[in-house]
């Protein structure tokens, strides 16, 4: 966990069955044992200005 004043962001793994996880019956995994990544992110967000240049490389 990273955290300051201005934000928290929050990164969580564990362990998922395939066959228990909703998100997981969704897509065309198989069934067994995977990781599951949680990320929240409690900050002030992205600015305005910056929001049009979210996925440049």
Do not use: C, N, W
């Not at 069955?17 to 019956?25: E, F, K």
């Amino acid at each position: 966990m990273l955290a300051s004043p201005a934000h928290t962001l929050t990164v969580r793994l564990r362990e998922a069955a395939a066959a228990d996880s909703q998100a997981l019956q969704a897509t065309l995994a198989l069934a067994g044992y995977y990781i599951r990544i949680d990320i929240a992110d409690q900050g002030h967000g992205i600015a305005r200005e910056h929001l049009k240049r979210v996925f440049d490389p």
